[in-house]
């Protein structure tokens, strides 16, 4: 079987999941088109352009799956390429841009809307992450189509888009080696991308108060960074020098071991449709602390949750530090890794295997 993946916008996720996958069916020939995570409005409507120009042999060729991710202006793809139209067609959405929160300096992003909802209309299959992913997605489509002229029906592209649509996670890869030893019951990760959309400000601004009560903790502060982030990091770094043991992106190794002796991974995000960062630090026993908003509450029992207010994380906190008794027990996140997930992404991508919906 000959599959082309194609990644138009290959953010780390993105590139996490491509990579695992083509891991865990080897017995796929793969062949994988991608294009870096910058330009974001350029790469986004571009995209078939940029291939069209650099990759014409490849895409010339014949496949038995196109598995695209939602970021691939796919309609168009295939008005290029028609051949490739013969092929199972299967989008895989690790975000939706119908709910992506938008900054106050931004214009609305209709044209990357409707890379989306073409790309899905153009599919055999469309597969989402999470429930919340699936279900933001249909309700974004609808209020959409209800702002184009002449009052367009939603009715029937949203029929046909539901009766194609699957929920399959991006699967983390089972550990190596069990948790190292040191954990600091007190130590406090963040490992989100250094971007407004994550909502930094609610997390920094309650861990300074947490501060100035005299409450001990240890803080590492990891993730991605990109050349301006918002103001909330300086002024965080500054004030939490006493607390820090990192600061900023760590080679792996180092990373893996912030994990495995964090206590504590705090989301704060106003954006998350599934998490593998969280995922991560909770593989590695941090327990997770999250708002009871977006992905969290399917896949978080309510124990790891907070109302996701600043004043609900900082009383959640404050219990977790200063009554460690307080807190739930590690998370068994066996139900996240690719042993259990490999036959569901085998059944999507060969014909005759029944797919869970």
């Known amino acids: 079987m000959r599959v082309l993946l194609l990644s138009a916008y290959e953010a780390v996720s993105h590139r996490y ?25 350029w790469r986004i409507r571009g ?43 299967i989008v895989y959405f690790h975000e939706n841009q119908f709910a992506y929160p938008e900054s106050s300096d931004q214009m609305p992003q209709v044209e990357a809307k409707m890379v989306n909802l073409y790309a899905a209309l153009a599919a055999d299959t469309v597969v989402f992450n999470t429930a919340y992913n699936r279900d933001s997605f249909f309700t974004g489509v609808r209020a959409f189509l209800k702002k184009m002229p002449e009052n367009l029906p939603a009715a029937k592209p949203l029929e046909a888009l539901s009766s194609r649509a699957l929920v399959l996670p991006v699967p983390i890869s089972p550990l190596a080696e069990t948790h190292t030893d040191g954990r600091v019951s007190r130590r406090i990760v963040w490992n989100h991308r250094w971007e407004y959309d994550k909502n930094p400000d609610d997390f920094f601004n309650t861990l300074i108060a947490l501060s100035e009560q005299g409450i001990d903790f240890e803080l590492a502060v990891l993730g991605q960074r990109f050349r301006q982030t918002p103001p ?35 989301s704060t995000t106003w954006h998350e449709f599934q998490g593998l960062a969280i995922m991560e630090a909770a593989q590695r026993g941090a327990l997770p602390l999250v708002p009871d908003r977006l992905c969290f509450p399917e896949l978080y029992p309510d124990a790891y949750h907070y109302d996701g207010t600043p004043d609900g ?12 008794d307080s807190r739930p027990g590690e998370i068994n996140t066996q139900a996240w890794e690719w042993p259990a997930w490999r036959d569901a992404y085998r059944a999507l991508l060969q014909p005759g295997l029944s797919l869970p919906r």
């Open 313 to 324: 994380l900082y009383e959640r906190l404050h219990a977790w530090l200063s009554t460690p």
């Open 17 to 41: 999941w491509a990579d695992s996958l083509m891991a865990n069916l080897p017995e796929i020939t793969w062949q994988t088109l991608n294009l870096p995570p910058r330009h974001f409005a």
């Open 232 to 266: 909330i990091f300086d002024i965080a770094q500054e004030k939490l020098a006493a607390h820090s043991v990192a600061w900023g992106p760590q080679p792996e190794p180092q990373y893996r071991e912030l994990l495995a002796t964090a206590g504590i991974v705090v």
């Open 47 to 89: 995209n078939p352009l940029s291939w069209w120009l650099k990759e014409h042999d490849t895409l010339s060729q014949s496949y038995d799956v196109v598995l695209a991710t939602s970021m691939v202006d796919l309609a168009t793809l295939l008005g290029l390429f028609p051949h490739l139209g013969q092929a199972r067609k």
